[in-house]
């Protein structure tokens, strides 16, 4: 990568949690990276504060100004491309992108899913596992691409199914896991070690390995 530090926009909907854990590790020295905007579609969004309480850049970008989504999409990438970013994070950005906008980004623009895809793709996810019986859960960084949940994946972390867990204790491990993964991913990216290759995930060139999208605190 020509630059010294990654030029990150990070899209958000709501509180930022995920975004938080990154301008943490940020802060830690332990990406090397920066997070150059913050972009909203709710003007409410508890994350924008996060963002202006160290000195990030804002904005809001709504979509009940437009009426079809590839309009707000268009406007959204305008936006984002004032920036100039190296990489777009999705952060708990609740809107369902067009093919138009993931194309325009594709291979740097990468998102977090509360599953252990290719399960459980879309909503409520902590619900569905344990209506499944599934034996684990987790989260899962992947590169976004044009099909919802289903981009190649970067990076996982797990957690065990107990017999007592419910749906909100599900929720909190499972957050704790992606405040760990989503950085972790962001910081290979930053040095310039992911890439995309149609489908596939390159770490350093080549297909990374399944033991290496396997979160184990490196």
């Not at 504060?49 to 959204?76: F, H, M, P």
């Not at 596992?129 to 034996?135: I, K, N, Q, S």
């Not at 960084?141 to 990076?155: C, K, N, Q, R």
């Not at 972390?157 to 749906?167: Q, S």
């Amino acid at each position: 990568m020509a630059r010294d530090r990654c030029r990150i926009v990070v899209l958000i909907s709501g509180n930022g949690s995920n975004l938080q854990a990154i301008i943490d590790a940020i802060a830690a020295q332990q990406i090397a990276a920066e997070v150059v905007a913050v972009i909203s579609n709710k003007a409410d969004a508890y994350g924008l504060q996060r963002a202006q309480t160290v000195g990030i850049a804002t904005r809001v970008v709504s979509n009940t100004d437009y009426q079809a989504r590839e309009k707000y999409d268009l406007a959204l990438m305008a936006c984002i491309d004032e920036f100039n970013p190296d990489l777009i994070v999705l952060a708990g950005f609740m809107r369902i992108l067009s093919n138009g906008f993931v194309e325009h980004y594709r291979g740097r623009l990468i998102n977090i899913h509360p599953s252990l895809l290719p399960r459980h793709k879309g909503l409520h996810t902590h619900r569905r596992v344990l209506e499944a019986g599934d034996r684990e859960h987790g989260a899962t960084v992947h590169f976004v691409t044009p099909e919802l949940d289903s981009g190649p994946v970067i990076l996982q972390g797990k957690t065990p199914i107990h017999p007592a867990d419910t749906e909100q204790g599900l929720a909190q491990r499972v957050h704790e896991i992606e405040h760990q993964i989503y950085p972790q991913a962001i910081k290979w990216f930053a040095a310039g070690h992911l890439s995309l290759a149609g489908h596939t995930v390159l770490f350093d060139q080549q297909p990374i390995k399944p033991e290496q999208q396997l979160y184990s605190g490196r």
